[in-house]
């Protein structure tokens, strides 16, 4: 089977492999449909996370068919469709039961790696993957994409949102407006707020939020970004702020434009110095966040979200490759030629 290759920074490939096969009792083999690029796998991808030279990509997110279950499997069967979230909640522990499977305390190994291939071994699959019925033929091609954003983007905005505490009425804002940040936007709607301030520099993406829900755009940076957001809210600051980024200056201005008591929901995978707590213990400032509940969220909300029409997070998608074709999908995100490059498996 082909499978992405990181070859170093810069370059990845398709290689030929062994198909995965049946290692664990709650293993599953999982015929890949469509898989995706995260934003999360351009931190090596451009050199700033360091990782082995010709190794398995980082690849996360993936809706597909079960072609294969191990013996203690007894929640999907072969030849269904479902969604593989990127973590792989056990569902007993303590922190499953809260609804953060991101955090499962009841294995280490809590996390997809190698999806963009034509099939994956999917772990602990009892409880985490998500069953859709039917097949994809029942799907237009844009539900399909939708359906493929519930395995990470949009689950990690929505987790920025419920972190965040977003209530009906509140004033938001989001910070950063890549794939994460728009389905944040999404999530924040999805959630009852009044006003939703999306700060983006990007027209493209722009318009995309505006469509998802934003009521106000904020192109500027810094300090001048801090001071627009609260020239908008009076001088109040934002009720919640979703941080959908993880640099220094997504986390400082998130800091800056949260009013006192808000909580900043930070689902940014976190590649900052250390954080002086000393100016949000005086503003009450609280911080929430982590690898998304997605399990939980798609089972709870999403799925049926989706599936009714009442979002589309799939629009997140704006260019599309074949597997063979997947360093062209690593590039068009860094090159900002696409919001998100979605993987098509033949």
């Not at 969604?83 to 280490?108: D, K």
């Not at 190994?109 to 985490?128: I, L, T």
């Not at 090159?335 to 098509?344: F, G, H, T, Y």
Request: charged share 25%; proline share 4%.
């Amino acid at each position: 089977m082909k499978t992405t290759l990181f070859v170093k920074p810069g370059k990845v490939t398709v290689k030929n492999v062994d198909k995965p096969v049946i290692e664990k009792p709650d293993d599953v083999i999982l015929h890949v449909v469509r898989a995706c690029v995260c934003g999360s796998d351009l931190w090596s991808y451009r050199g700033l996370d360091e990782k082995a030279a010709n190794s398995e990509n980082n690849g996360h997110e993936a809706i597909g068919i079960v072609e294969e279950v191990g013996k203690a499997i007894t929640t999907v069967r072969p030849g269904d469709f479902v969604i593989a979230p990127f973590t792989h909640g056990f569902g007993h522990c303590a922190a499953c039961r809260a609804g953060y499977e991101g955090s499962c305390q009841s294995h280490s190994d809590n996390f997809s790696s190698g999806y963009q291939a034509e099939y994956v071994r999917y772990q602990h699959a009892e409880w985490s993957l998500v069953k859709i019925p039917g097949s994809p033929v029942d799907y237009s091609d844009g539900m399909l994409n939708s359906l493929l954003s519930l395995a990470d983007v949009m689950a990690t905005g929505y987790h920025a949102a419920r972190v965040a505490n977003v209530k009906p009425g509140n004033t938001v804002a989001v910070v950063g407006d890549g794939a994460v940040g728009l389905c944040g936007v999404i999530a924040a709607q999805l959630r009852g707020a009044k006003r939703i301030i999306a700060m983006s520099r990007h027209e493209d993406r722009q318009k995309l939020a505006t469509e998802f829900g934003a009521t106000d755009i904020v192109p500027e940076r810094g300090d001048d970004a801090v001071k627009k957001v609260m020239a908008l809210t009076n001088g109040d600051g934002a009720d919640a702020v979703l941080e959908c980024v993880g640099t220094k200056l997504s986390t400082d201005t998130a800091l800056k434009i949260a009013r006192p008591g808000a909580i900043i929901g930070r689902v940014g995978l976190p590649h900052t110095a250390k954080t002086d707590l000393a100016a949000p213990f005086y503003q009450n400032t609280a911080f929430a966040g982590g690898p998304a509940s997605v399990t939980t969220y798609d089972k709870s909300v999403l799925l049926k979200a989706v599936l009714d029409g009442d979002i589309h997070p799939g629009k997140v998608f704006t260019e599309r490759f074949g597997l063979d074709e997947i360093d062209d999908a690593y590039q068009a995100m860094v090159k900002r030629e696409a919001i998100k490059s979605l993987v098509v498996i033949d």
